[in-house]
Nanobody, 123 residues
């Protein structure tokens, strides 16, 4: 069973950059996918990006490419989300999640979730 803990959220100003980190522990193996999601107040949870742990291949949600970059650090067992040119509409709780498998298609259900980290972008 994988456990996930997010960190790096906080209050930033519009235009700033921020890096979120998702630390994975427990029985991870190599065939699993880690995704970053966000949920703004009153809105649905959206996929930002996903990464396949075994080879680092990535997939991004609609309209998420460009300002968001997902990456993994094998040595630290973390998956990071680097965000640039932040906007007030990026304000949300950001979650990382994991599922077993190799497909990066967004249709598969994630089975393990972190507790989330709040990002607030002021104008």
């Amino acid at each position: 069973q994988v456990q996930l803990v997010e960190s790096g959220g906080g209050l930033v100003q519009a235009g700033d950059s921020l890096r979120l980190s998702c630390a994975a522990s427990g029985r991870t193996g190599s065939n699993y996918i880690v995704g970053w999601f966000r949920q703004a107040p009153g809105k649905e949870r959206d996929l930002i990006a996903a990464i396949r742990w075994s080879d680092g291949n990535t997939n991004y949600g609609d309209s998420m490419k460009g300002r968001f970059t997902i990456s993994r650090d094998n040595a630290k067992n973390t998956v990071d989300l680097h965000m640039t040119s932040l906007k007030p509409e990026d304000t949300a709780v950001y979650y990382c999640a994991a599922r077993s498998g190799v497909s990066l298609l967004p249709t598969y259900k994630y089975t393990t979730w972190g507790q989330g980290t709040q990002v607030i972008v002021s104008s």
